[in-house]
């Protein structure tokens, strides 16, 4: 159901439908991540995924046309490109150990640690909460920092050009 | 969509329950899902929802843009103060551990004003880069 969501994403020229069929992109997304049992990340690609980001490009869309432009060139090059990247990243998938095997590395290096010792050490019932506020705290600061410098982009990108447009009136 | 009735009483009802929604995300976020980064996209499609019905001139009488502007970057601050209160009290930056007597409630401590700094500054970014697309097109006045 994702794959003819995609592909429907790409045929679609009319972009309103575009932002609606992503954003039921992100709620089925969502559904896949509860299913894997990872609540917090499905709350936030519910949360950002389609609701915020949904609106954005709604207010993104209501300042340029609703229809995307013809494309100036034949999509067979790009096409070619991209299946064989796609190719080779399946190839790679192939040397990873299979899903949920428990010898994997990831579940042999520091995951056993954060699992059996979070309670203890910190005190926090939820793990994912422990290792993103306290065992990854400075990966959280610089994140906190990138959605902080993102937002100042934003704002020095975009008033400026209102002022301007304003003087000129 | 300001003259539609059922929007009007419909986006007035919910926001205070998204509101509350989101403070539990907040403090639940130890417990359950959830945490600073998730609470804070509530509270902006919260005040988002409101922008949407009531227009944006309402939600920034609402939400003042001065508030927005220096809310995004307090959270920052409390975030790395919580790094540089632990460096005062003789730990390393970001090092809850000696925030408070017992090590376990210094992390506690430490995890609860880190995520509120967390939340702050991301909900004040998603509502100013919203306000920010909206208002473009329109008259500033307006």
Avoid: C
């Avoid at chain 1, 869309?61 to 990247?85: I, T």
């Avoid at chain 2, 600073?36 to 009531?54: E, H, K, N, S």
């Avoid at chain 2, 100013?128 to 909206?134: R, W």
């Amino acid at each position: 159901m994702m794959a003819v969501l995609v592909v429907a994403v790409a045929v679609q020229r009319n972009l309103f439908s575009v932002v609606v069929l992503t954003g039921i992109y992100s709620f089925l997304m969502a559904s896949v991540l509860v299913a894997l049992d990872a609540v917090d990340v499905a709350m936030t690609e519910a949360s950002v995924g389609a609701g915020i980001s949904t609106v954005l490009l709604l207010g993104a869309l209501y300042l340029v046309r609703a229809d995307e432009a013809k494309p100036m060139h034949r999509p067979l090059l790009p096409l070619l490109v991209s299946v064989g990247v796609g190719a080779a990243l399946v190839y790679g998938t192939l040397g990873l150990p299979a899903f949920s095997d428990p010898s994997a590395p990831i579940h042999t290096h520091v995951a056993p640690r954060y699992l059996n010792d979070a309670l203890r050490e910190t005190g926090v019932p939820n793990v994912v909460t422990a290792v993103l506020a306290s065992y990854r705290g400075y990966d959280t600061l610089g994140e906190t920092t990138v959605v902080f410098t993102a937002g100042v982009g934003v704002v020095a990108l975009l008033r400026r050009r209102r002022r301007r447009g304003g003087g000129g009136e | 969509m300001k003259n539609d009735l059922v929007l009007r009483v419909v986006a007035k009802l919910f926001t205070p329950f998204v509101l509350l929604f989101a403070l539990y995300v907040q403090f639940h976020g130890e417990l359950g899902p959830g945490g600073g980064f998730q609470a804070g996209v509530i509270v902006a499609a919260a005040v988002i929802l409101y922008a949407i019905v009531f227009g944006l001139p309402a939600a920034r009488r609402l939400v003042p843009d001065a508030i927005v502007e220096s809310m995004m970057a307090i959270g920052v601050l409390i975030y790395a103060g919580v790094g540089v209160a632990g460096l005062l009290l003789g730990g390393a930056y970001l090092d809850y551990f000696v925030l408070d007597r017992d090590p376990v409630h210094g992390q506690e401590r430490g995890i609860f004003w880190v995520e509120i700094g967390v939340a702050i500054t991301v909900s004040s970014v998603m509502l100013k880069i919203f306000a920010m697309f909206a208002s473009r097109g329109h008259d500033p006045d307006e």
